[in-house]
């Protein structure tokens, strides 16, 4: 609904689509809600997590953005690399891995990924993050 495409293919226009999504998804999930009958208290609920609010702190927020990551890694991972230059995907991985819990971490060592995707992610973990 909201193509990457449609944005600068800068940094700011990156994170502008993202805030973008967040909105979108926020509203679209309020709707949703509305109309088959949820209290405002819920509908509240699901739009601070979907826009990230209170991330860090709410542990309900940490297993969203977990799940996010994990799906990352598990579906996306192979084309993220072949269009992304290896230096900056390491740097994406890197922050990709500080957002996640520990138990997120455990999970994503675990993912079915090839050999070539587990080499990438070891580099990330034990080079310096300097972003």
Not at 51 to 56: S, V
Not at 71 to 78: H, K, P, R
Not at 83 to 101: F, N, R
Request: include cysteine.
């Amino acid at each position: 609904m909201i193509p990457r495409a449609s944005y600068e293919m800068t940094r700011s226009g990156y994170l502008h689509w993202r805030n973008d999504l967040k909105q979108f998804h926020a509203t679209k999930s309020a709707e949703i809600l509305r109309e088959v009958g949820y209290e405002e208290a819920i509908i509240g609920r699901v739009r601070d997590l979907n826009l990230k609010k209170q991330f860090g702190h709410d542990p309900d927020c940490q297993v969203l953005e977990d799940a996010l990551c994990l799906v990352t890694l598990q579906y996306q991972l192979s084309d993220l690399i072949a269009k992304t230059d290896p230096a900056k995907m390491i740097g994406i991985l890197q922050k990709t891995w500080k957002k996640m819990s520990k138990t997120a971490h455990d999970y994503a060592l675990a993912l079915p990924l090839s050999n070539d995707e587990k080499r990438l992610i070891e580099r990330a973990l034990t080079e310096s993050d300097d972003a």
